[in-house]
């Protein structure tokens, strides 16, 4: 195993892990900043938090758009609620099956509980080889199918007609990460009904939040209820919980943001097609993955110019020479930009 790649506090333009860099935290709206350091300050520091978070949920319930038919399991950012499910359904044995390229996590966290990891890698242009998916999971017979809608780190939504397909092979639970649904205006949130193996989750780090950590699931009680059974009590604590609830009273303030983050990132986009010896591919998320002549080259002189991004080069073969390219502000967008007309012409 390796531990997942973090890159050391950056000083620069900073546009490798996906965060809103539009929402400033030294100047947010001075009835913003009140109100988030009354509520902090008012907070029992000396008490173990609330476990149900019910004032939270409550909030998440009315502005996330979620029924009082499922319930929902918080966790630590996604990456604690991927950890949870895992120990749930695979913990001792039992076979996870995920896309690749993908969030490597999946496969840590499956590995961790001495579970049995099977990746099915996409074809070369990144699209869904689902006859190649579905032959894996009746082969394989999994306890959990993870989907990442849209998936990082190639930005595309997979058919729905596909995943479908997928949901009703399965002979287990399948896990739709729906992290930058936000950006893609896509969920499957209104069908979850329809399917009793699958459950949802999100988390707010893409749209504002990311120093909160706050990820979570949605699913049938049936499912949450087993989830909780292997979650920490404490595991939301009560710092997390009062700054969530009160950016959530905010959620305008946090979309505004993610519209931006997708006109910046078409304009990305569009850019880099214009750009001689450069593929970008078309995402759905708040970054851009593009192929390059030589990624090690030009991300190395990103960086000489203070522009951190992703290389993606290690993540698996179909990744080589790409590098993954955060939606920033227009004025970040643009020293990018410039940059990379200067290195690829």
Known sequence: MKAYPVAPPWQGIKLELMEDTHLDPHLPAPELRRELGERIAEAAFNRYPNPAAPALKDMMRKTLGIDAKYEIMLGAG????????????????????SLEPSFSVFKNAATAVAGRYVGVSLNADFTLNVDALIATIEREQPKLVWIVYPNNPTGNL????????????????????????????RSWLPRLSEFPNVVLMRTLSKIGLAGIRLGYAIGAPEWINEFN???GPFNVGVLQQVATEVMLKHFH???????????ERDRLFNALKAMPDVTPFP?????????????????????????????????HPLMQNTLRLSAGTPDENRQLIDALKELTN
Do not use: C, W
């Open 78 to 97: 996604s990456d604690e609620v991927i950890t949870i499910i895992s120990q749930a359904t695979i913990a001792g044995g039992g076979t996870v099956v």
């Open 158 to 185: 997979f058919p729905d007609a596909d995943i479908e397909r997928v949901i009703k092979a399965a002979p287990g639970l399948v896990v739709i990460d729906e992290a930058y649904e936000a950006f893609a205006g």
């Open 229 to 231: 059974k292997v979650r």
């Open 253 to 263: 303030v946090l979309k505004s943001h993610a519209n931006l983050m997708v006109q």
């Open 283 to 315: 995402s759905a998320a708040n970054f851009v993955l593009a192929r390059f002549a030589d990624s090690a080259a030009v991300f190395e002189a990103l960086k000489s110019r203070g522009i951190l991004v992703r290389n993606l080069y290690a993540l």
